[in-house]
């Protein structure tokens, strides 16, 4: 199932099909994991041929408990996109290199769960969710979940 995802704005008008979220949070069968998608096409005609990648998993991730995160990104279907990720106070993920599509705006930021059909019921809390355009419009949540001060 799908926690968590940054998705980009399909060009559906001009034929471009549904795409998969840039950046995604999953847990599947007791695996953690997030997935980063990334193209330089301006319109993706097959999705299956979009490179991604799992630029982190474990199988220790504590359900029933909170999860603290913080992503610090720079959206860009060019090599000069990073992503910085920190589970719990301790840096996850360190990436440099393209992340995203090439669309006209950035990625927008969905949460809930999206998973597939199942007889088993699933929950998850967000609590805290906040933007910015630089570290200090988040800086509390930062410094608590990084130890990183600005």
Known sequence: MVLAQWHGADKWWLGEPSRDPVLSFRYIGGQFSIKLVHSTERIVKDPEAVSSEKIFKTRSFKTGTWNGFVIEAKWSYENDGYLNIWWNSKQVVQYKGPVGYNDDTGPHFQFGIYRDNTDKTNISFMKNILT??????????????????N
């Open 132 to 149: 910015g355009n630089h570290a200090s419009d988040v800086g509390f949540i930062v410094d608590r979940v990084t130890g990183i001060k």
